[in-house]
């Protein structure tokens, strides 16, 4: 059987790009049981209120939520369970000097399947003050209003 090729996104943390400035991103593979898996392909994974963390130079996810598979059995794992990212040693030493930077953290972003394989997307990230988000939304508004504004004009 042949191999599916692309990108399937199965979950996505829209709240980062609202919370944080994202500086760079990382593919990083992951860590699974077989049952995990099989969860994913169905889209059952929340990254909404996870982070990640980097303890004795490897990286791992906290807080991401695989739902057990339904047809599984003994075989089902935690669904918050630490999970560990595949990162090559020497991104995980760029990230760990960033990350001696005040004010800078790592965040998920999405976790999708990239051919077969199961990857997340962390991003490196800064926090947004009250005033940067009010900011964005402000900026959206009128990206928002421009763009209704010229589909009127077009209809005429």
Known sequence: MAKKTGIKLVANNKKAFHDYFIEDTYEAGIALAGTEVKSLRMGKCSVKESFVRIENGEVY???MHISP??????????PLRVRKLLLHTYE???????LKEKGLTVVPLKV?????????EI??????????????????DQRREAERDFKVKNLY
């Open 112 to 120: 999708y399947f990239k051919d077969s394989l199961v990857k997340v």
């Open 92 to 98: 995980i030493r760029k990230i760990e000097a960033k």
């Open 123 to 140: 991003g490196l990230a800064r926090g947004k003050k009250l005033y940067d988000k009010r900011e964005d939304i402000a900026k959206k």
């Open 69 to 78: 598979y339904e047809k599984g059995n003994i075989f089902n794992k935690d």
């Open 61 to 63: 996810i906290y807080g």
